[in-house]
């Protein structure tokens, strides 16, 4: 049987007090390798916080969580990356970017022209597309993106679908939270659906499909997802 990406076992995470109480409560799933994981909810689902438990950002409250040993991960926040005064050339070496992926991944987000221009003085679109090509480029071998397609434009969530599944060619493994539903769902192989920090799914888009719907209720934007998932 393949080592799991990730393995959580009654996972939960509380933040200090005053902070918003449990963000995650007992999350147990085997995350597979070599596919792209989806990670679904409504805002203050807990995607963020269970992305950050996985690169190790955060530190579990109760439970076990296991990370393939060894492995390289990369971590797009969805938070601005490349801001202030530097440029993201300056990133390049930091994240080991290789020069000959980096060239290509520019080119295909059309950032080729803004690879040296502050931070400051690039728009949101801009900055993530400059983000994303600083990852793909880099040499992490798992992907972890939290919400990615946020400030693009919808042919460029298009191509970042696309981008997604080229890289599991490379033998690397996606795991990316977002709310563009439509765009995204064909490029997801695994989902999880949080509600309310808790699980309410997890499994293949196939299994969704022929178990839905789920008991409990889940919020609107969770709900849009698993209508498209389940009636393309």
Known sequence: MAESLASL????????????GWALAEVTVDLPRGVVVGVLGANGAGKTTLLRLL?????????LLRRLPGARWGWLPDLPCVAGPLPAAAYAGVLGCQEDQLAHTLERFQ???????????????????????LLVAGDSEVLVLDEPASG???????????????QLAVGRSVVVSSHWVRELASCLDFLLVLVGGRL????????????????????????????RVVQP
Do not use: M
């Open 9 to 20: 076992v009654n996972v939960s995470y509380r933040y200090p007090r005053g902070k918003g």
């Open 55 to 63: 690169v190790g950002q955060l530190h579990p409250t109760g439970g």
């Open 111 to 133: 950032v080729q022209d803004l690879w040296r221009r502050p931070g400051s003085r690039l728009s949101t679109g801009q900055r993530r597309r400059l983000e994303l090509a």
């Open 152 to 166: 693009l434009d919808p042919l460029q969530v298009n191509r970042l679908g696309a981008l997604l599944r080229d």
């Open 200 to 227: 309410a799914f997890a499994g293949w888009q196939e299994q969704l499909r022929s178990q839905w719907p789920l008991a409990e209720p889940l919020a609107p934007e969770a709900e849009e997802f698993l209508a």
